[in-house]
């Protein structure tokens, strides 16, 4: 009869010496599992622990894990590591948040049309974490689970279907439109939600209903919010901080909404690929920027950046556009024949007052940019977006109007 044995980290072991032993003939085996239950392809002596490959010689992951579940636990912050690098008393069962995983895995695949689906797959691993929770006492971290127990895997399971309705409810009333469209998406999301949760755990749950910037808590007649930051659980300020934008969305269009598109400039006339490039924001009814920030001089040339690359000073041009101070201008500019674009809906009256302040906000490529400007913009307006880079924030807009919601992750405000 042949056995598996392994040391902590997961290297193999001579089941009857206890010995390190290189390989194990999985032939003889019964199973391909080993590990905690994952599968282990001899061949490259690594355990596919599902979301990421794990080496249990250096007990290290290949690739860091995206997701910090418990940042106020320094061991955490190591995201290659396994289990708090403590998997005496923590097992990892399925490495990742799957759903979002393979949902992002299958976008290439898709032609981006699995993004659509992020917003329901977010909410089905938000509900895999609460059932999880509800099966452990409350508790959010999920390497202190107990995954012996029915009852956690019956959980799960449940939760999981509980986030998908409540995902896909959700996203329905958000993305048909109407009064306050985001902050209504909310409320259907938590209402299925908080209702689901309450079947599964017999009745033993609060209803609660989110509103965004807070939540209403039906059994006791209480509120709960951004207002009590310092009393809130992490996870419960994020999805308050999440809900909060939305409001602020769907106010900014209840004022002014205005179409407008997203230009990102991403090559020169001649062809060639602008790596530094330019991004700006045009009304589309009248053709007027409202924001395109840059500078107001003529110092970085006739031709743009690129003819201050190279020459007799190799790399001067960069320097001169990340450390140059210059004045700076909302109205540079957008060579919109060259770029990428994406559609946005903003308020026009937001981004009359953010111009006017940028008039006297001079220029600097490394910090005040086009990028920093238009991205406070759209943060104005409730718009989560990454502004680091105008590819990078081009990128965030495209994926935020393919589906992928932000303001679902409002539901992490709910604590059962």
């Not at 659980?233 to 900014?252: H, K, P, R």
């Amino acid at each position: 009869m042949l056995f598996y044995d392994f040391e902590v980290s997961g290297k193999s072991e001579n089941p009857y010496f206890w010995t390190l032993s290189t390989t194990l003939i999985r032939g003889e085996l019964f199973t391909t599992k080993g590990y905690t239950g994952h599968e282990m392809p001899d061949a490259f002596e690594v355990i596919n622990m599902n979301g990421r490959i794990y080496d249990p010689v250096i007990a290290r992951f290949f690739s860091p894990d995206p997701y910090v579940q418990a940042p106020q636990n320094p061991q955490n912050l190591n995201r290659y590591s396994y289990c708090l690098n403590n998997p005496l008393v923590y097992t990892d069962p399925s490495g990742e948040l799957i759903f979002t995983l393979s949902t992002l895995i299958a976008a290439p695949f898709t032609g981006g049309g699995s993004l659509g689906l992020l917003p329901t797959a977010i909410a089905a691993d938000i509900g895999m974490l609460q059932g999880g929770a509800l099966a452990n006492g409350g508790e959010m971290n999920p390497f202190k689970w107990d995954y012996t127990s029915g009852k956690t895997w019956g959980y799960m399971a449940g939760g999981t279907a509980v986030g998908l309705a409540s995902g896909y409810v959700g996203g329905l009333v958000a993305q048909g439109g109407g009064f306050m469209a985001n902050t209504m998406g909310i409320m259907a999301a938590s209402h299925v939600n908080s209702v689901g949760m309450g079947i599964l755990s017999g009745g033993q749950t609060d209803y609660t209903l989110n509103v965004g910037i807070g939540s209403y808590n039906g059994s006791n007649n209480t509120w709960g919010g951004i207002w009590n930051w310092s009393e809130n659980s992490t996870l419960e300020n994020i999805g308050y901080s999440f809900g909060a934008l939305a409001n602020l969305n769907d106010i900014n269009n209840l004022i002014n909404q205005t179409n407008a598109t997203l230009y990102t400039q991403e090559r020169y006339e001649d062809g060639s690929k602008d790596v530094i490039s330019h991004i700006g924001i045009v009304d589309d009814a009248t053709g007027d920027k409202l924001m395109s920030f840059g500078p107001n001089d003529n110092k970085i040339g006739g031709g743009g950046f690129k003819d201050q690359i190279g020459g007799a000073k190799p790399l001067g041009g960069y320097k001169k556009f990340g450390l140059a101070i210059r004045k700076g201008t909302p109205d540079y500019p957008v060579p919109t024949s060259l770029s990428k674009s994406t559609s946005l809906v903003v308020n026009k009256h937001l981004f009359n007052g953010l111009r006017g302040v940028s008039k006297f906000v001079p220029f600097q490529g490394a910090t005040t940019n086009c990028v920093n400007m238009s991205s406070i913009g759209l943060w104005l307006n409730g718009i989560p977006n990454i502004g680091i880079h105008p590819y990078l924030l081009h990128y965030s807009i495209a994926a935020y109007n393919s589906g992928f919601n932000p303001y679902m992750l409002s539901t992490l405000s709910t604590n059962y």
